[in-house]
């Protein structure tokens, strides 16, 4: 089902105590996710065995401002989120890694994905990043939307995870700031 509403409203969490007040929504929607067999990372939803340490280390990025988070609402219920990677103060601080990126399965559509990626674009700006990149396991359906997008491969690695005994590989992308805002601006 994809939306045809192109308001939606963002807001960008960069400290633990706003990122708390929205705990709740934020784990329902990576549960939810995982429940339409979205690829981030978890193969179950997360539970008390592994939330503790899940949570403790987004506040602690925040709070050292190598994270940031970007949430989209819609109705004021939070609809997708993103996570931002920084690399302060080092060779590599005009890069950032999207690191986390979810849409609710009934609100994904181009729309959506656009006030994203606009946002991200903003934050880049903001950061004076002129790089992002990820790693996405490869043929999944959030490669395919990156390349969409227009992030290019940059290396493969063949172990890149393993779930149910089967190894899959993954593709480290990236896209320059430039191209981007192509996909941003398209219409």
Not at 56 to 64: A, C, D, G, P, R
Not at 88 to 102: A, D, V
Request: hydrophobic share 35%; net charge positive; glycine share 4%.
């Amino acid at each position: 089902m994809t939306t045809t509403k192109a308001n939606y409203d963002t807001l960008i969490v960069k400290d633990p105590v706003l990122f708390t007040q929205y705990l709740t929504s934020y784990i329902a929607l990576i549960n939810s996710s995982v429940e339409d067999n979205s690829i981030l990372g978890f193969i179950k939803p997360i539970s008390n065995d592994n939330y503790n340490v899940y949570i403790e280390n987004i506040k602690y990025e925040l709070k050292n401002n190598s994270l940031e988070l970007i949430f989209i609402f819609d109705d004021h219920k939070l609809i997708g989120t993103v996570s931002l990677k920084y690399f302060r103060g080092s060779s590599k601080s005009h890069i950032c890694e999207i690191h986390k990126g979810i849409i609710k399965k009934e609100n994904r559509g181009i729309n959506v994905l656009k006030k994203i990626f606009q946002a991200i674009e903003i934050q880049a700006l903001k950061n004076n990043i002129s790089k992002i990149i990820l790693d996405v396991r490869e043929n999944s359906r959030a490669h395919k939307m990156w390349k969409y997008i227009g992030f290019t491969e940059y290396g493969k690695l063949l172990d890149y995870s393993r779930i149910d005994n089967m190894t899959y590989s993954g593709c480290f992308m990236e896209i320059s700031l430039d191209t981007l805002s192509k996909f941003t601006r398209r219409k």
